[in-house]
């Protein structure tokens, strides 16, 4: 047996990652085989990530004079490797510490690597991540919050004499490190970012006339590689969990670019499994809802009835359950934690409206999933009471993700609902999580134009702001005289990372790396480059191009059967010329 050298380059417009992983030879007449038939035995679990070694991008700030010398070799790759004669380090003395940005948000640690300095006692070092600057330059609690929830960010580590050490397991892009010895001066011969990504590689893409809407397209693509770690992690920070709700963006996303990746299935049997009935996922009675709905996603999108079959015994109980919800007046009762999102979290009335709708969509999805495993009887309770849940129609109030939900299940006409709310405001009042569903719904009632321009006003704000991944929440009203996650705030700004907040996110607990709000890029594929699954395995595929304002767009879509390719081109009058190249076995319509 042979081992090989892989190589893996990652290439997206917001920069590169290149890693090299590579195996030793054995010796001559020496076989892998014979070496390790006489070792004992090791239980092994295997590490779909990469890992990658991520050099800094600057210096943002450093200690006072006389403490810190030659930051800019920090800079500099060198050999990775700590020796005898390492030349020029950078030097901290007592009180020295240092602010470096990788670039972009990273999921992963921190490898710290020290030279020869006066005694072998180890160096001690605090060391601050930060998803912002000023969450790397913060100390824990306070007014702004700064926390260790979920993944450390904020330890003392130390490093050894002559070696490296590692430390962190966190999203961030930003690390200061503080030498806390005292009477020492220790040559800091490198610090590298460790990454930490699952190779996949990215099969659908998109391009149009706007680049801050490529760009948008691009980070909510990454936001979600970010967040696919062992399972499909909400947050990469904070919210290191499967939230089965939260999956459901993220999903859409993840069939948009790469395509039907393992980490969709293995995160909803990890939820069903550590759910016994009649618990809520999560804790949630609306998350066991999408749960049933990310399942129709993937069906649609994989036909594969086996795997279908594996959840009849969890399913079939859980949609009888659901269709006892409903009060005699056809209203929704569903119990335990009413949540939608967080912005709607305190309207009662909003909540109330979009588990309404939600459940409708619910029974709708899981009458389908049932047709298909040959349930028969439960599919016709499903719809028997999704009608009754239809003749009642609550009112959203100006919830913008309640009317979205009612539109999309067909409640109430899509274009009142974007009228009178949806549109009101432009991109006010949106969320990150539903801001998907408000796109969907708004393309709905045929206001394509109304979309992009929201999407680039609310995604396009987060970039301003220094952003590379998307954020838990954002409110535009935050922006205003605030500064970038990637400056150390002037005098007089608003911090947006430690001034900003609500509920269990407030200030620097705050995620600045979320995968439910990645809804664009999915967005953008589906209704821009127009690419719509009309039939399980994506046999029958829609091309129903929305430009909008734009000139031109072209992408790519991964299915199970290959890649669709498209272009579109606008025309003087406003008609669009395609062009389609689609594998055989997709037959598409227009």
Known sequence: MKSTTTILLLTLSLGSLVSIAAADEPSPGTTVDSVT??????????????????????????????????????????SGQVTLDNHNPCVLKEGGGVLVDFGRELHGGLQIMVGGMQGKTPAKFRVRFGESVSEAMSDIGGEKNATNDHAVRDSVVSAPWLGTAEVGNTGFRFVRIDLLDKGRTIPLVGLRAVSLMRNVEYIGSFQCSDPRLNRIWETGAYTVHLNMQDYLWDGIKRDRLVWIGDMHPETMTILSVFGDNEIIPKSLDLIRDETPPPGWM???????????????????????????????????????????????????????????????????????????????????????????????????????????????????????????????????????????????????????????????????????????????????????????????????????????????????????????????????????????????????????????????????????????????AKGTFPTPLGVIRVSHVKNADGSVTSTIDAPAGIEIVD
């Open 282 to 552: 999560n804790g949630i009675s609306s998350y066991s809802m999408w749960w049933v709905l990310i399942h129709h996603e993937w069906y649609q999108y994989k036909a594969d009835r086996e795997y279908l079959k594996q959840q009849r015994d969890y399913l079939v109980p859980l949609l009888a359950r659901l269709c006892q919800c409903v009060d005699a007046d056809g209203k929704e009762k569903l119990p335990g934690m009413r949540f939608l999102d967080w912005p709607s979290r305190a309207d009662a009335q909003a909540t109330h409206a979009g588990l309404h709708a939600l459940l409708i969509l619910t029974l709708q999805a899981g009458a389908e999933l049932c047709d298909t495993l040959d349930e028969t009887d439960q599919a016709a309770q499903c719809r028997t009471v999704a009608a009754r849940l239809r003749k009642y129609i609550p009112d959203p109030g100006q919830s913008k993700q309640a009317a979205a939900l009612m539109a999309l299940a067909g409640l109430k006409d899509a274009q009142s609902l974007n009228k009178d709310v949806m549109a009101v405001g432009g991109a006010a009042r949106m969320s990150t999580f539903y801001g998907y569903y408000v796109l969907r719904a708004r393309a709905q009632a045929g206001d394509i134009q109304g979309c992009l321009d929201c999407i680039r006003d609310y995604w396009g704000g987060m970039l301003d702001l220094g952003a590379t991944s998307f954020w838990e929440d954002f409110d535009l009203a935050w922006t205003e005289n605030a500064a970038r996650i990637d400056e150390l705030v002037p005098e007089g700004k608003k911090d947006i990372h430690g001034d900003f907040g609500n509920y269990c996110y407030q200030g620097f607990r705050h995620s600045l790396c979320h995968g439910w709000a990645s809804g664009p890029t999915a967005w953008m594929s589906e209704n821009v480059l127009g690419v719509q699954v009309l039939e399980p395995g994506c046999t029958k595929v829609r091309i129903d191009p929305k430009l909008g304002d734009l000139k031109w």
């Open 37 to 78: 038939s006489t070792m004992p035995a090791i239980r092994t679990v295997a590490d779909p990530r990469v890992r990658t070694y991520v050099l800094p991008s600057r210096v943002l700030w450093q200690s006072g004079e006389g403490t810190v010398e030659r930051t800019e070799t920090l800079l500099h790759a060198g």
